[in-house]
Each structure stands twice: as structure tokens, then as C-alpha cells.
């Protein structure tokens, strides 16, 4: 590869869906607090900085069955996709999500069932505990994909969730994986002051307001799919 080649900016790389949880504890006080935690020095991509937990969406996440199911209105803001001719199903987008957060920072939002058949590896802690992953626990609230010229680039998904809907412990992170460290609550009007990546600042800004209001009108969309950066609102 030589210098000026469109993979030596990234346009050339993969966009892997990916999908994140902006979950959010005491959403109705004055102080609403928002769990972060930070990336490795040495990760590959955004390193130390604090960001939510989330990740790519994986083949096994659409085999998994919600309880309850995802609600219509947010099945169809997943589903309105201007761009992707393919995009993850609603339910396997949610299901990542969830699945990250527990990865990441041991947290679980399920409501007890037990489970069934034949258990993807990756959630065989979930069954054990009898324990169902949400369908019903996230709004679909921010979607961006990763500009040319990233290490890695991702089409995510970010999704607001209220730690009271946890089955777990919200402050025990001990059964977490050590891709965040420094995993700590903290209030949202505060969370911009932390080294974060600059979409991450925009998301907190979004999430602020749709805590706020309590309801997501739209949906903002910054797409770098392609060779320009379009901003649209999914409705």
C-alpha cells in the first residue's frame, strides 16, 4: 500500500454494525448519572478513552429470543435504514447491546425466563442465571458511523436505558471483562469534562436532552458511509 492508496485513509475498511448502551441511573432526579468507563492505552481503537459499553453485533445475537419483545415504535426507527440495503434485525441489534453490557460491565438487563434449546456460548450466563434479555429496556436514541481514516469503523446504533430496569446489582462491576477499566457512575452534566471521543460528547448531549423530555422525537444519524459525511434524522 502506498501513500494517497484509499485504504491509507480508511475508506477501503469494513463497516461493522455495532451497537451501545448509554445507560442512565436516577433519569428522574436533578442529578441523572451515566455509566462510562474507559478504553485500554493500548486498544486498537480509541484508546483511553472513556466511552459506554457496547460493541459489534455478532452472528448469535439475532438467534436470541426477547422478553419482552421490542415495541413496534422502536422496531421501525431500527428498521428505517436509507443506506444499508441489509442492516441487523431490530431484535439482533438490541440483543448486542445487552449482550456488551454484560462483556463489559457485568451488568444484566433481563427480567426472569427460563431458557430453552440450544444456548449461544456468548450467553450462556444469561441462561444459567434464567434470566431473558429486555426487548422492551432500550430507546434507540443516536446512530453514527466511523469516519475514513479510523483503525476500525462501525455503523452504531447507541441506546438509552434506565438502570432500573437491571436485574443485577448496578454498582457490582466484579463480574465484568477488563476491556474498561475506571468503570464508575457519573452525573451526566459532569460526563463531558472526561477525555472522550467526539461523538461520544455528542451522544452525551443527546441523551441529556432525551432524559429530559423523557421521550426520543427523532432519531440523528451522522452516516460517513460514504465519500461524504451526510447528517440525517431518523423519524
Excluded at 422502536?74 to 435504514?81: M, Y
Aim: net charge negative; hydrophobic share 45%.
Amino acid at each position: 500500500m502506498t501513500a494517497g492508496d484509499p485504504d491509507d485513509h480508511g475508506f477501503d475498511r469494513p463497516i461493522r454494525d455495532a451497537a451501545t448502551i448509554v445507560l442512565i441511573r436516577d433519569g428522574d432526579s436533578d442529578n441523572p448519572q451515566v455509566l462510562m468507563g474507559q478504553r485500554g492505552s493500548a486498544a486498537a481503537f480509541m484508546p483511553s478513552k472513556y466511552v459506554f459499553p457496547g460493541g459489534a453485533v455478532d452472528p448469535d445475537d439475532g438467534r436470541i429470543a426477547l422478553a419482552p419483545a421490542v415495541p413496534e415504535v422502536e422496531r421501525a426507527r431500527l428498521l428505517c435504514d436509507p443506506v444499508t440495503a441489509q442492516p441487523p434485525s431490530p431484535e439482533a441489534m438490541v440483543a448486542a447491546a445487552i449482550r456488551e453490557l454484560w462483556e463489559e460491565a457485568g451488568q444484566m438487563l433481563c427480567a426472569p425466563r427460563a431458557w430453552g434449546g440450544e444456548v449461544p456460548r456468548d450467553w450462556a450466563d444469561f441462561a444459567k442465571a434464567e434470566l431473558c434479555p429486555r426487548g422492551d429496556a432500550l430507546q434507540f436514541m443516536f446512530r453514527a458511523v466511523t469516519p475514513p481514516g479510523r483503525s476500525r469503523r462501525f455503523d452504531a446504533r447507541f441506546f438509552l436505558a434506565r438502570a432500573e430496569m437491571l436485574a443485577t446489582d448496578p454498582d457490582d462491576f466484579s463480574r465484568a471483562t477488563d476491556e474498561l477499566s475506571h468503570l464508575h457512575w457519573i452525573a451526566l452534566r459532569e460526563a463531558r469534562g472526561l477525555d472522550l471521543p467526539f461523538v461520544t460528547e455528542v451522544v452525551l448531549a443527546e441523551a441529556e436532552a432525551v432524559v429530559r423530555s423523557g421521550r426520543v422525537e427523532s432519531v440523528p444519524y451522522f452516516d460517513n458511509s460514504g465519500p461524504e459525511s451526510r447528517f440525517r434524522r431518523i423519524a
